[in-house]
């Protein structure tokens, strides 16, 4: 069923002002109106703090709050709603894992292998656990295509990393990299496999089981959720071995000066008030998501993506960074002598709204020996006339600097 | 919100202030003990168990009402008979607080007069308590 | 001047429902319209990431988003914009200070002294950074009246504990501590004090300054703000001096997988994308409490907690726990065989909302030998009739159990 | 938006690709790096002093139009100045990115060409990059 973008645009408050061409998705996505909704609601029907209150407000906050947490987990296929541990993002779920399940699992000279075209959210905090423990960050190379290179891998698997860190989906680059084959590879080869969904939830269907994952993170802005939630996938046995990160409240049994113990997953890594109107909006954004289909958005981008690089690439002295196979609808360029930001601030100034930058991925620019790009990213709500104004604007940068 | 007065009838008020089989048992040949997360309350249930049967059973701990009237109400129940038997009512109070099953029809029977708590869905966990607590007691292998 | 109280109710929408008798503030407070709105207007006019964007919707972002820091900095005193660390929430801030600080500073055998009245989100940080490290925790002891016990403090200083972790007002006693002084004998004895703010912002004037603490951590729920916010303070140069504690974007100066750079203050300590609709909702409440004034505030709501102390004093076997001289807006209480969650469960039946248990806090419990307490705790927007609810609702709850 | 049209004229677009006192400076006697930490690029600026003079100055680097004409027009203005006057220079420049200060009404002046970079926040840095490179290279302590 194709999917009708002018209904759906609709349905997002802040894209009425049509002058605007918001590109920038990978950074984080605009809103639907039932998401915003409910996080509204959340406020004025169930104002309460969840978990520890007998009281009626309380107690409507802490279902919706878990009714959140079970669309999550079947949203990504999770066996057990324990394994959903709810973040303030990806961020905060990957530094869980390498301070968590990272400090426990490595010795000094263990290695963990780490994708080069990780998000800096997937590389810094394996280097400060290897920092901590004397463990070393390995680098798993890419391509020039910028595919995982699938024989650097079995190479480094046989030095017998603990750990492998890829990203699900490259936020600068586009690929898709092949995480089930990486996991069972990795499997093989008994690491645990840590994978950064970022870029990945919004756009396809993501079974966690299927992938074979041992950690799958993601963030609910990028879903057309709100901002400050994030989830950390973990699988029942690792979670359950695992020590606490943080300490708090909601985290424990029982407290006293003498020692403490702690609670059942997944409340064990849940410490403190947690974002409750934040995660009820996530628990909207998976309603809204399962709605309009993933299936349909994933052929709506993609049909977008083909179409602006297509164009782009017929533009002279631009190049197209990240020619994966499988891609999701991201597409980062540069331009002959042309600096991205100026690119960036010269397209905002046509109403399209592009990133410039590294994009938190400085060995991807260094891999391709750049410092920048402009990168379009789509999502579902993005239309064909968006794109021309895309190449349009990206003519006129040219011109500009003719 | 639900009226909380249907449940504190006065078989739960009473059997909290007056309850029955609450103390020690030195004999016991199982035990075991549970914190309720909610309020860091535990309960203890101790059991002399022969051939299969619990031949006593005691509890012990602090808690709400609806925690202690349930421990209290399970004893009367339950001692006497044998564990098979306990693990099944066990389940079925169980499922009956989750609002899965009516239970009993006699308003008397203490799994019937748990059945208001499914109302109350943070205060489920204080009457399974004592129900959780005896299955783990004489679980063989925890 | 003195507060309108049914005006003021009347910026909240999720109170119109007059039938329901908040008594639950101290867990969290209900939001005005102001902060709502705030944040919906986040999402639905600058809705983008902040400070990596070069277009438009991520200027207005990030400009929101900063200012609410500038506010906040005002609305506690700092010296600097920089010594404000926008974090999801007090627990967080706390395992920030414990992880980055507390791992830094602490060896075998050193100290950690915390009060007894702490929060687990004061004490559980410090169990497990103790752990690690290898240095103790110390019990700072509480009086009968609930109030620290500043001899037991000298004394404790004598060891030389190298922090000292107090909480600015207990949630489940009220009491209000004088941390200033704290802070001086604690620094005299070169200790660095690390104070949780959660409790106190809603009800008085805060000025880090004039305190004189090293740290100091709240949540924007609980002063009328969004979930999944908080705030730590620190004094520069210890900010200065510490590690990051999560890696990611945004705390980066240079990434590569032979070396990592971090960024300044306060970005080193902000890593990923932030709550950035939340922060900025944040920003709203502090205007919203500089709008009503802390001052009249504090003396409306130090009248009702004087009322309502009063008519349940005058019940038989009800006993206050925390009897402090300087209180906050907070009265817990017992009641002889009545356990607080039938208490808690029957006041709701009649429409009144409190909270029932150790409140996050079991040493404190364990101090005074109850399992858990009845806790009523007031905003801003409470009122008369309120009180009047509860001391009814507290006859009824003893009717039944009569 | 701002239009950014006016920001990017002949000045700013000529220079960046053209730029003056650009290369390597092995003589230098003071020189500092820094880090723009929107997109990690980097300046380098080197200068000869002499008697407080900056008797040569030059930059390397890659980055934007706006960082590198920045750094062109710079060295073309502060060459053979005092460092006393290179400071000053600085600040203004900094003042007018800022919207403190108007800056010269010369149109021409290299710091009224950078004056149109204040409607874009997140470019200013951009601008004062290459300045307060400057600045650090000829602190004392730094
Ligand atoms: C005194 C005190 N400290 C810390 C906290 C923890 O705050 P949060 O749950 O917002 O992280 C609370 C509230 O729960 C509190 O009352
Ligand atoms: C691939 C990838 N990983 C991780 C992140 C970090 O996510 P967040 O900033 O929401 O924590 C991002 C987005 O910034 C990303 O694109």
Redesign the interface.
């Known amino acids: 069923m194709a999917l009708d973008v002018h209904a759906l645009r609709a349905e997002f408050p802040s894209l009425a002002r049509e002058e605007l061409a918001y590109l920038d998705n990978a950074s984080t996505t605009h809103k639907p109106r039932a998401v915003l909704d409910a996080v509204r609601d959340a406020y004025e029907h169930r104002c309460a703090n969840v978990?520890?209150?007998?009281?009626?407000l309380?107690?409507a906050a802490?279902?919706a709050y878990e009714g959140a947490r079970d669309r999550v987990q079947r949203f990504i296929g999770a066996e057990r709603r324990e394994e959903v541990i709810l973040t303030s993002g990806t961020t905060a779920a990957l530094n869980l894992v390498a301070q968590s399940y990272g400090r426990m699992r490595l010795s000094p000279g263990d290695r963990v292998l780490v994708s080069e075209m990780e998000h800096h959210s997937n590389l810094v905090p394996w280097q400060l656990v290897a920092q901590a423990t004397g463990a070393r960050v390995d680098k798993l190379p890419v391509t020039d295509e910028g595919e995982l290179d699938m024989d650097a891998l079995d190479r480094a698997l046989e030095s017998g990393p603990a750990i492998v860190a890829v990203t699900h989906v490259s936020n600068s680059l586009g690929t898709i990299n092949d995480v089930a084959e990486v996991a069972r590879r990795a499997h093989a080869a008994n690491a645990v496999v840590v994978v950064d969904g970022a870029q990945a939830v919004a756009h396809r269907p993501v079974d966690v089981q299927a992938l074979g994952c041992d950690f799958y993170a993601f963030s609910a802005h990028k879903m057309y959720g709100p901002t400050g939630v994030g989830v950390l996938y973990g699988r029942m046995d690792l979670l359950e071995a695992m020590p606490p990160w943080q300490g708090g409240g909601d985290m424990i049994?029982?407290v006293s000066f003498d020692g403490t113990t702690f609670?059942?997953l997944p409340?064990k890594f849940e410490a403190g008030t947690p974002n409750i109107a934040g995660v009820i909006g996530l628990g909207a954004a998976v309603d809204w998501l399962d709605r309009v289909g993933l299936e349909a958005a994933a052929t709506h981008e993609a049909a977008l993506a083909r179409a602006a690089e297509e164009a782009l690439s017929t533009l002279p002295g631009l190049r197209i960074v990240g020619t994966a196979r499988d891609k999701a609808p991201v597409v980062s360029f540069v331009l002959d002598d042309i600096h991205p930001h100026d690119v960036g601030t010269l397209l905002d100034g046509r109403g399209v709204a592009v990133r410039t930058g590294h994009h938190c991925t400085q060995p991807v620019m260094d891999r391709f020996d750049i410092a920048a790009t402009t990168r379009v990213s789509f999502a579902v709500y993005n239309t064909a006339h968006e794109v021309e104004r895309l190449v349009d604007g990206v003519k006129h940068v040219q011109e500009t600097f003719a | 919100?639900?009226?909380?007065?249907e449940?504190?009838k006065q078989a739960i008020?009473e059997h909290s202030?007056h309850p029955r089989n609450k103390g020690p048992l030195p004999e016991a040949t199982a035990e075991a003990t549970t914190?309720n997360?909610?309020?860091?309350?535990k309960v203890t249930v101790r059991a002399v168990v022969e051939d299969g049967q619990l031949v006593t059973l005691r509890f012990e701990g602090?808690?709400?009402?609806?925690a202690?009237a349930s421990a209290s109400m399970m004893t009367e129940l339950l001692e006497g008979e044998s564990i098979e038997h306990a693990l099944t009512s066990a389940d079925r109070l169980e499922a009956v607080v989750a609002g899965e099953q009516d239970g009993p029809d006699d308003p008397d029977h203490p799994i019937a007069r748990l059945r208001g708590v499914r109302a109350?869905?943070?205060?489920r966990r204080?009457a399974t308590l004592a129900w959780e607590t005896l299955r783990q007691a004489v679980s063989p292998s925890d």
Not at chain 1, 51 to 56: A, N, S
Not at chain 2, 120 to 123: L, S
């Open positions: 978990h520890r209150g007998v009281h009626t309380s107690q802490t279902e049994l029982s609670n059942a409340y | 919100m639900s009226d909380p007065t449940l504190y008020v202030k914190i997360p909610l309020c860091g309350d602090r808690g709400c009402a609806i202690m109350f869905p943070a205060r204080c």
